[in-house]
């Protein structure tokens, strides 16, 4: 059977993903990873579906922004809900600005970016675009 196991990086989870695993069913783990561990993982449940995560920069308030969702899940709005969540938590954190850098033909990233209120401004020179979203006034 597929099974989907919830929080599968915790403790619980982890020991529950492995028996059945080892009961021969296939297991997915879904965990934020906010409180779990990857390594707890059992080895084989582990799929890969999204990564958002923002780092820093020269300028103390400002962080920049990266995205990757797996091909096979692209177009169902983890992309959306994932920077949405990192926004309202950079923005708890101080964060005032975030901004990324992307290649013009990235269409996906541009339009998801300004579907997010990112501006996105052409730098012809360097051939990329360069989008950005001030934290200041909410989201
Ligand atoms: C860019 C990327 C992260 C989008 O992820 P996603 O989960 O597919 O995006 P979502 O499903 O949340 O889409 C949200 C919005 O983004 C825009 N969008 C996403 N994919 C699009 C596409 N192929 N064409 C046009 N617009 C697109 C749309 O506005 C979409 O809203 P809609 O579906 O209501 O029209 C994904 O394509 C990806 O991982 N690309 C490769 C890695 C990458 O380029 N990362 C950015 C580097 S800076």
Known sequence: MELLVTGGAGYIGSVVAAQLARAGHTVTVLDSLARGHRQAVPEGCERFVALARYGETDSPDTVELGITVSD?????GIARLLIAELLRFAQWRGIRKVEGIVLPDNLPMIELAKALGFHAAHDYAQ?????????DSGQ
């Open 72 to 76: 096979r899940w692209q177009r169902t």
């Open 127 to 135: 051939h990329l675009v360069v989008i950005s979203k001030s934290l």
